[in-house]
């Protein structure tokens, strides 16, 4: 995801807080929109990750490529291109414990290569991703289902602001406080560690 990109989500859930959340504040509402954006980003991810392989799918060509270097699930191999020239790629991530110890430095392993994408695999790696991939979404379908739930089970249950303070309180259906942010040590820690960690997210950008 580009700078662009993030900060547009940013200011989108800001947003959506603002002028959604804080008008709609239902408990069951608030829990379904936080599963739902989940599952919308886990869609995101299997999205970028289906589009790379469909490329490999189409442009990829076979060849064995020359292990060069394996660490933490870092995977440094040499091969040749269409062109003839001697090319050196790196793939971190998505190389299961199994495909990972089947390869070692010094030796070839069989890869395919996508010059219009630049990206490689491991054959054995891309086969198994192509037969898992559809499996990924099923858990944007279960958190879907569970933010759901939530809506219907909890949607008496309503969330307000402490006025001037970023802590909120819960009350149920007679307007009786169930949970308070600001009384509540365990929460008002998380809700504290929650913010300083957003803020020294941001100065380190």
């Given at each position: 995801m580009t700078?662009?990109?993030t900060l547009?989500a940013?200011?989108f859930?800001?947003a959506?807080y603002?002028?959604?959340?804080?008008k709609y504040?239902?408990?069951g509402?608030?829990l379904?929109?936080?599963?739902?954006f989940?599952?919308?980003?886990?869609?995101?991810?299997?999205?970028?990750?289906?589009?790379?392989l469909?490329?490999?799918?189409?442009?990829?060509?076979a060849?064995?490529?020359?292990?060069?270097?394996?660490s933490a699930?870092?995977?440094?191999?040499q091969f040749?291109?269409?062109a003839g020239?001697?090319v050196?790629?790196?793939?971190?991530?998505?190389i299961?414990v199994e495909?990972f110890a089947?390869?070692?430095?010094?030796?070839?392993a069989?890869?395919?290569y996508?010059?219009?994408s630049?990206t490689?695999?491991?054959t054995?790696?891309?086969?198994?991703?192509?037969?898992d991939n559809?499996y990924f979404?099923?858990?944007?379908?279960l958190l879907?289902?569970i933010?759901?739930?939530?809506?219907?089970?909890?949607?008496k249950?309503?969330?307000?602001?402490?006025?001037?303070?970023?802590y909120?309180?819960?009350?149920?259906?007679?307007?009786?406080v169930?949970l308070d942010?600001?009384?509540n040590?365990t929460t008002?820690?998380l809700?504290?560690y929650s913010?300083?960690s957003k803020?020294?997210?941001?100065?380190?950008?």
């Amino acid at each position: 995801m580009t700078t662009l990109q993030t900060l547009a989500a940013g200011a989108f859930l800001m947003a959506y807080y603002y002028f959604v959340l804080r008008k709609y504040n239902t408990l069951g509402f608030r829990l379904f929109s936080l599963f739902f954006f989940v599952g919308v980003a886990v869609c995101y991810w299997w999205y970028i990750d289906y589009i790379d392989l469909k490329c490999v799918q189409q442009t990829g060509i076979a060849t064995q490529a020359l292990v060069l270097k394996k660490s933490a699930n870092s995977l440094d191999v040499q091969f040749t291109d269409q062109a003839g020239k001697s090319v050196i790629r790196t793939r971190t991530g998505g190389i299961s414990v199994e495909e990972f110890a089947a390869v070692q430095a010094g030796k070839s392993a069989p890869i395919l290569y996508s010059p219009v994408s630049d990206t490689f695999y491991l054959t054995s790696t891309y086969q198994r991703q192509i037969h898992d991939n559809v499996y990924f979404l099923v858990f944007p379908g279960l958190l879907f289902l569970i933010g759901t739930l939530c809506w219907i089970f909890l949607r008496k249950y309503r969330v307000h602001a402490h006025e001037g303070t970023m802590y909120e309180y819960v009350t149920d259906e007679h307007g009786n406080v169930v949970l308070d942010d600001a009384r509540n040590s365990t929460t008002k820690s998380l809700r504290t560690y929650s913010t300083l960690s957003k803020l020294i997210q941001i100065f380190e950008r």
